[in-house]
């Protein structure tokens, strides 16, 4: 079936660093989503992206979708500690919503 | 306005037996969409109802059915359990059944151990 990676898979960082984690796919899309879940959370919707090359920002966050609209990127300015999570790219094939397998973001105080 | 809810929060079940997790859209929403999670792992879609109609199917054996009632509520079934079979299950809503541009909102999921 059709599947999204991302990269890395976990990411430790000293607070006030900056993070990124990318989620790339072998077909074009129609949008991406990111999503992120707290430890022994539920994930929670952040953005979405439809149009090739866009860039969202949400204060220290950066979103971005390729201009080929096959990979996209989170980018954390300064991470704090509630940055702590998961991290997951979701994209639609057809009727179907298929999760990337996550970035798990640890930051040390 | 109340979340997307799910019951029960935590389930213990043994090899064999069958398994019924309900799931609550918030109010206005549609389309109710059921996902398994196991631990470290990104969420696997397994369905997606919309006005009652399966709108989407993961790749799941046929012990996994699920339903929608006219109120937009939703249950998951799922026969047979296996040691596998345990998991994070979670329920998301949505306003719309399209699959395009949805935005999905997460309930707190059943959490169910086969043993």
């Known amino acids: 079936g059709q599947q999204v990676m991302q990269i890395p898979q976990y990411q430790h960082v000293q607070e006030g660093e900056d993070f990124t984690t990318y989620c790339n796919s072998s077909?074009?899309?129609?949008?991406i989503q990111w999503y992120k879940q707290r430890p022994g959370g539920h994930p929670v919707f952040l953005i979405q992206?439809?149009?090739?090359?866009e860039v969202k920002k949400q204060k220290r966050l950066t979103f971005q979708f390729g201009e080929a609209k096959k990979n996209s990127s989170l980018h954390i300015t300064a991470t704090q500690t509630t940055d702590v999570g998961t991290y997951f790219c979701?994209?639609?094939?057809?009727?179907?919503?298929?999760f990337g397998p996550g970035t798990r973001l640890s930051v040390l105080p | 306005d109340a979340g997307v809810t799910q019951s029960p929060t935590h389930l213990i079940k043994t090899r064999g037996q069958q398994v019924t997790l309900r799931c609550s859209p918030i109010?206005?929403?549609?389309?109710v969409s059921w996902y398994q999670q196991v631990l470290g792992q990104g969420p696997q879609f397994i369905f997606q109802?919309?006005?009652?109609?399966?709108?989407g199917r993961g790749n799941f054996p046929d012990r996994f059915s699920a339903r929608q009632f006219p109120n937009y509520s939703s249950e998951l079934n799922v026969n047979a359990l296996l040691l596998g079979d345990s998991a994070l299950y979670l329920c998301?809503?949505?306003?719309?059944?399209?699959?395009?541009?949805?935005?999905?909102?997460f309930g707190s999921g059943t959490q169910l151990s086969v043993l």
């Open positions: 109010s206005g929403h549609k389309s």
């Open positions: 998301a809503s949505s306003l719309a059944g399209g699959g395009f541009v949805e935005k999905l909102f």
């Open positions: 992206l439809v149009k090739s090359g």
């Open positions: 109802y919309y006005e009652k109609e399966e709108r």
């Open positions: 979701s994209v639609n094939y057809g009727q179907n919503f298929v």
């Open positions: 077909t074009t899309l129609s949008n």
